[in-house]
């Protein structure tokens, strides 16, 4: 138990653990648990949803031949978002994809991607109270209370993200302050006046909304909030260069969760803050290689494939994020759940090949963060001539950073990538300010190849 505190953030409580019985389950129990699980959600579906019953007709099988997690991983066909969108589209609102009348449907939700289409999610009302008990395993492991109260530093659309963190907030028992509809001067006026104690955000506009606190004359760090917490891009977890921003900036704790709007909340920030735990009352997943389909041992760097027990009004099963994770079984915390360190390590449906050598946003972004002087504000812009891809990555120095100093620091940062990534990429400085600010998730890639050889971005 040491050494479980000694990564711990003990504001309150004496637990580090919302659910100690199931957090610290044993790896065979928890499977065990699994194939139950699994082998009830395979009947469900191929009893109720005519996608799976087609899939698994197709596929020459019936629930009733899976009897071990590796007939579900060889046998069951994995499942991709493109094949609910065709679907949906051609029967608005759910397709064939949907297991129970809409009549039963209390909370309708689109992905927020980039690719022109939605995916139509919908949620019973157990559906969400499961999705949203995924962010309390997060929020109890730093230390975050049913006393504590929450703002919402988000406009409330369709978007599901922090939808399930507001249904997560009711699950603890804690105060919702909403700051939807409200200016980023208007969310720092409101933290002032309400003075909540956890702030619900993307990471990077936290870390705007600091920028704008300090613009107004006001110490981001010595408001009220002792939490931040994240989710849509990659945040504390993934970046050690925005957790040290997020902390000192706020003079609070920073956390994440990793999720898939249409799947779950599917994982947690580890205290340690090296990586997210997946939430194995909710979800199932496991490694696979993008290429041929066979699954990764553990500690290897695979996509991860997701099941998830949240969604029953739309089951998903086997189902591609398209996210390439390193999962770990054992963790300094105490807790027996999957570890994902360093969360998502780049997308298997989007890598660009610039001369030769593959290129994956995450790993850009990771040799940004390390160099002093470059802010969290940058972008990188896909063209491609003559039949080859290219990449400009933008940046941003930070505000108090020379600008007779501003070149070099764009040459520093094309070294520091050539010597990482054995790649020479075209790097440009802007002026301060000059890059978009975002709420919702950050568009970090500006894809302006031609149409028909771009890759899918979204989640």
Known sequence: M?????????????????NPYLETMPRERLDAIHLKRIKSLLRYAYDNSPFYRQKFQEAGITPDDIRTLEDFKTRVPVTDKSDFIHLQEENPHYGQTG???????????????????????????????????????????????????????FNWGLFAGFWSAYWGVRRLGGKVYSGGGQTTEGHIRAIQRLRPTVLLSTPTYALYMAEVAREMGIDPAGLSIKYTYHAGEPGPCALPAVRKQLDES???????????????????????REGVHLDETNTFSWSRDPESGKEIPEGQIGENIVTTYV???????????????????????????????????????????????????????????????????????????????????????????????????????????HQALKVRLEVETVPVGSLPRYELKTKRIV????????????R
């Open 250 to 272: 706020w003079g609070a704790f920073s956390s994440e969760c990793y999720g898939v709007a249409e799947l779950h909340s599917l994982t947690f920030g580890c205290p340690t």
């Open 447 to 458: 894809d302006q190849r031609p149409k028909e050889v771009r890759r899918a971005l979204d």
């Open 99 to 153: 297991a129970m009348p809409e009549e039963y449907i209390a909370h309708h939700c689109e992905t927020s991607g980039t690719t022109g289409i939605p995916l139509r999610i919908p949620y019973t009302m157990y559906d969400t109270e499961r999705y949203g008990e995924g962010w309390v395993y997060g929020w109890w492991a730093v230390g975050i209370r049913p006393h504590d109260t929450f703002y919402f530093a």
């Open 311 to 417: 969604n029953n009004a739309q089951p998903l099963i086997n189902y591609r994020t398209h996210d390439l994770v390193e999962r770990h079984y054992n963790c300094v915390c105490g807790r027996t759940w999957a570890f994902l360190r360093g969360v998502v390590l780049g997308r298997s449906d989007f890598m660009v090949t610039i001369r030769g050598t593959n290129v994956y946003q995450s790993a850009v972004e990771k040799i940004l963060g390390s160099i002093p002087g470059v802010s969290t504000h940058y972008q990188m812009i896909l063209t491609r001539e003559k039949g080859l891809d290219r990449m400009l990555v933008q940046v941003e120095p930070v505000k108090e950073y020379p600008v007779e100093k501003q070149v070099q620091l764009g040459e520093q940062v094309g070294k520091a990538i």
């Open 2 to 18: 040491s050494t479980v505190r000694s990564f711990w953030n003990p504001r309150s409580g004496a637990s580090p653990y919302w």
